[in-house]
């Protein structure tokens, strides 16, 4: 961790100070997005940016998710830096077209004449009763389109370090923050108290510039008998469920998805000989799939067991039964049992 | 479910005036003379203006004077420049198309019938305003002299190709001629277009942005997105929407051209719209200066929709004798562009028949230097592509360990199809 002074954040106030450092160092960068201005945001995730840095920096948009994103393509084709904000993940597929065939290839069909340093922000995630949209996890959507990377933070100091990365990066970044732990982390048991951020050692965020690099995974726990695969909200329920069993597990904490750091995941797979993959995701085509073939492929002479998957079900996330969906404590107890089985 | 004392519901499916075997009907087209529309300041008000998004600004006249309050008067050395640079367009064109043909390469696409659309306005744009063009503005890149050889490349895909052969043909990118990559994924330039414009005003610059699509594609989201952006932050823009009568084989019935004009998607948004005479270059220049001008002096954005008619197939892989009638190209009544600019010229006595010939002679010379050039850079199929390596290159900026893996694969395979040294392209 850099000397810098450091402050107990929660995730929002973590992603706020990062565009607010991004937007004193760089003046090309630009954030925009439906209620991001005046009002910042209705996580408050932009507060204040508006009146510290002026309304042509900082706007409101109409809502077209398909404009916010054609027109940051544009401002990146310029020579600026946006950050767009799409309000909810569940809401960024009329944008699909404009980052999948134009933000997510201009680098290439313009042989690099047109980089696009766009970082997209987007809560994502379930566990906060918004019903089937505004509780989704499209990662693997994105995780599929080659030029662009895809990042997740699971802690408050991580969101900063990860999203000043990414605003850096100069390729289009789409940086989804799980929303169920912006306030605080998750063990999974939605029947138990919520803790706050202050109480967590990574809610001390450290005031200023720092970076931590995209690609690069975090060991958030140390073990030897199994591996576990995880990134977001599940790193917290995973965590909890490995203390709550007693498994010697490594649990690894992804951050980057695309480029994974496949480094991390064949050293600790190739010690445990056992790879359990988690996310919140449906399970179907979900990142989970990739993992789990990567695992596969790389490690499997040193494999105990099948690679085993924890992900919510193929079903839209269910306003009611969002417990019976999300993928808690139980499922993945019961995934552990049969890995570590014989 | 019918209740019998009421008429059952219809369904209207547009079907164009003429199909193929049938006389060209374009008896529902009301073309204004010359020289009667207003021009209006480019301050105004667009709600003061919005006759014009349902009228036609013209300028030429049949007899090839040029009238009226958009008359842009240029003079006669502007002219002659802008119809060499159509001429150029139309050789080009016509030199690429039998490329294709002689199976040099997979695809092109002509404007012929639409030079002065994309000529008329980067005469009106200044060399720095960026465009944002669809597919058939080829005569942008024309008229701001952009090398021709560099253009035959990208159209052969071969070593000298800058976008290192990535891009189906006529997809140009050319950055240093402010003309942005083109995509094939239609209107997705407008909303970034905006974008750029809004840059621009952002930063107190004092460049502006233009866009082209065609009518067919008004339809997409995208084009809306982008109305509602610009009209929200009054951004320094010209919005052009290209009518050509047929999105491959749909007539502009099915963009909703049966029931009002493409211009007139301004009004609902409060831009000043402007529809004209797309096969008049001096309508093309006027229209656009005046959109210039209100961009550049903050008010805002205006769409142009250019009435014109695409003289012929889509691309290379269309065959318009399949859906339209044969008759229509020849009877288009707003004539062609390059013939009516030229008898403007002569009818000012700046220009003449012999000359004329004369510099279409040196233009189809010209283009068949150039051709002949790009071509020892190597034609689409003839193994003087891009190394192989260059697959993977700027995928992102820094090459990611799975696209070296996959680099490695593909190099392997390679290996496998020439396996001694020297043999096969690398």
């Known amino acids: ?342 | 479910m019918s209740r019998s004392n009421l008429p059952p519901l219809r369904l209207h499916v547009p079907e164009p005036p003429a199909r193929p075997g049938e006389e060209a009907d374009f008896s529902h087209i009301d073309i204004l003379p010359a020289g009667v529309t207003p021009r209006p300041d480019s301050a105004a008000d667009s709600a003061t203006m919005r006759d014009l998004a349902y009228g036609l600004v013209r300028v030429l006249d049949d007899e090839g004077n040029a009238v009226g309050p958009w008359n842009p008067r240029l003079s006669p050395d502007v002219l002659r420049r802008m119809l060499r640079a159509m001429a150029l367009t139309r050789a080009f064109d016509d030199r690429m198309f039998r490329a294709q043909r002689q199976g040099k390469t997979s695809f092109y696409m002509k404007s012929l019938g639409e030079e002065a659309v994309s000529i008329g306005a980067a005469f009106a744009l200044q060399r720095d305003d960026m465009c944002f063009p669809s597919y058939r503005q080829q005569g942008i890149l024309i008229a701001r002299d952009w090398d021709l050889v560099d253009m035959m490349n990208q159209i052969y895909s071969n070593k000298g190709d800058r976008l290192k052969g990535r891009q189906l043909p006529i997809m140009y990118s050319a950055k240093d001629a402010s003309f942005f990559s083109i995509s094939g994924n239609l209107t997705t330039q407008v909303p970034q277009a905006v974008g750029w414009a809004m840059a621009s005003a952002a930063r107190g610059d004092t460049r502006i942005a233009a866009s082209w699509c065609g009518e067919g594609s008004t339809a997409e989201g995208d084009f809306h997105a982008a109305l509602t952006f610009a009209t929200v932050y009054r951004a320094p823009v010209v919005l052009n929407v290209v009518n050509n009568q047929w999105a491959i084989s749909s007539f502009a019935g099915f963009a909703g051209a049966e029931s009002t004009t493409f211009a007139a998607r301004a009004v609902g948004y409060g831009i000043a719209g402007l529809r004209i005479d797309g096969n008049d270059a001096l309508a093309v220049y006027a229209a656009t200066a005046w959109a210039a001008e209100r961009a550049r002096t903050n008010h805002g954005p205006t769409l142009i929709e250019h009435f014109t008619y695409r003289a012929e197939g889509h691309s290379t892989s269309d065959d318009p004798s399949a859906y339209r009638s044969s008759e229509e190209r020849s009877k288009w009544p707003l004539g062609d562009p390059v013939a009516r600019l030229k008898a403007h010229l002569i009818a000012i006595g700046e220009w003449d028949e012999a000359r004329h010939a004369a510099q279409d002679l040196e233009l189809a010379e010209q283009v068949k230097a150039a051709a002949k050039a790009a071509e020892k850079n190597g034609i689409l199929g003839h193994g003087m592509h891009q190394p192989f390596a260059t697959m993977f290159e700027d995928v992102f900026e820094d090459m990611p360990w799975h696209l070296k893996e996959q680099s490695a694969q593909m190099m392997s395979e390679r290996m496998r199809k020439w396996p001694k040294p020297g043999e096969g392209p690398r």
């Open chain 1, 1 to 342: 961790m850099p000397d810098a002074p450091a402050t107990n954040m929660n995730m929002i106030e973590a992603i706020n100070d990062a565009l607010s450092v991004a937007m004193e160092r760089d003046l090309d960068v630009t954030v925009l997005g439906e209620d991001v201005g005046y009002f910042g945001g209705v996580f408050r995730a932009t507060a204040g940016l508006q009146k510290t840095y002026g309304k042509t920096r900082v706007f409101d948009t109409p809502i077209t998710e398909c404009g916010i994103v054609g027109v940051a393509v544009g401002m990146a084709a310029y020579g600026l830096r946006p950050v767009p904000e799409i309000q909810f993940a569940d809401y960024i597929y009329p944008a699909l077209d404009q980052l999948v065939s134009e933000a997510a290839r201009l680098r290439y069909r313009s042989a690099g004449e047109f980089p696009m340093p766009i970082t997209v922000r987007s809560p994502f995630g379930g566990g906060i009763f918004g019903g089937q949209t505004h509780s989704q996890s499209p990662e693997a959507i994105f995780t599929h389109v080659c030029g662009l990377k895809t990042v997740i933070p699971s802690t408050p100091y991580d969101a900063k370090g990860l999203l000043l990365a990414a605003i850096e990066d100069n390729d289009p970044v789409i940086f989804f923050e799980p929303k169920r732990i912006y306030n605080g982390p998750f063990d999974g048991h939605y029947d138990r108290p919520v803790q706050p951020w202050a109480k967590h050692p990574a809610s001390l965020v450290p005031s200023g510039h720092y970076t931590i690099p995209l690609g690069k995974a975090a060991l958030v726990r140390e073990g030897q008998d199994l591996t576990v695969l995880a990134y977001g909200t599940m790193v917290h329920v995973a965590l909890s469920v490995v203390e709550e069993l007693g498994v010697d597990a490594d649990v690894v904490d992804l951050r980057t998805l695309m480029p994974l750091d496949i480094e991390t995941i064949e050293s600790s797979v190739k010690k445990t000989g056992r790879c359990l993959v988690i996310h919140e995701a449906t399970r179907t085509g979900g990142f989970g799939a990739e993992l789990s073939a990567l695992v596969q492929e790389r490690c499997f002479y040193y494999l105990e067991a099948p690679v085993e998957r924890v992900t919510g079900f193929d079903t839209p996330y269910p306003h009611s039964l969002e417990w019976a969906y999300f993928p808690g404590p139980i499922r993945i107890g019961m995934a552990i049992e049969k890995v570590m089985k014989d």
